[in-house]
């Protein structure tokens, strides 16, 4: 088994706790729906948030979602000038056999034009 990186983001339309934890959700679900990874396959799940973003923790998302013995943490991105506003992040580390290559990193919504190279 190997220790991979699975990163994702997504854009919510206000700063909004139940939007926040519906569109949290969401990647969520998707990074583990197009990597076929379980709870049990993650070891730790870093959330990052622009600065706009304070009505709510991104984790509390994934505790709802049954990430219960998984290490979360939530942190703020730092303020650029011009970036994106509004954003969740998240890069999620996991055991895997799978290669690298295989991993598929998921940009939803607004977000996706942070990597117009890889967004699905």
């Known amino acids: 088994m190997a220790v ?3 990163r994702g983001a997504i854009q919510v339309d206000a700063d909004d706790r139940d939007q926040i934890l519906e569109r ?3 990647l969520v679900t998707e ?3 197009r990597n076929a990874i379980t709870t ?4 730790s799940v870093i959330f990052t948030a622009t600065p706009d ?3 709510e923790f ?13 290490p979360l943490l939530c942190t703020t991105e730092i303020g650029v000038p011009h970036a994106l506003p509004r954003v969740i992040r998240l890069m999620a580390h996991i055991e895997s056999d799978r290669p690298r290559s295989d ?18």
């Open 4 to 6: 991979l990186a699975v």
């Open 24 to 26: 949290t959700a969401e």
């Open 31 to 33: 990074v583990m729906t």
């Open 40 to 43: 049990d396959d993650v070891i």
């Open 53 to 55: 973003l304070t009505a």
């Open 58 to 70: 991104p984790a509390l998302a994934a505790r709802k979602l049954g990430f219960h013995e998984v």
């Open 103 to 120: 991993i598929q990193h998921v940009y939803l919504r607004g977000a996706a034009a942070l990597r117009v190279d890889i967004a699905q």
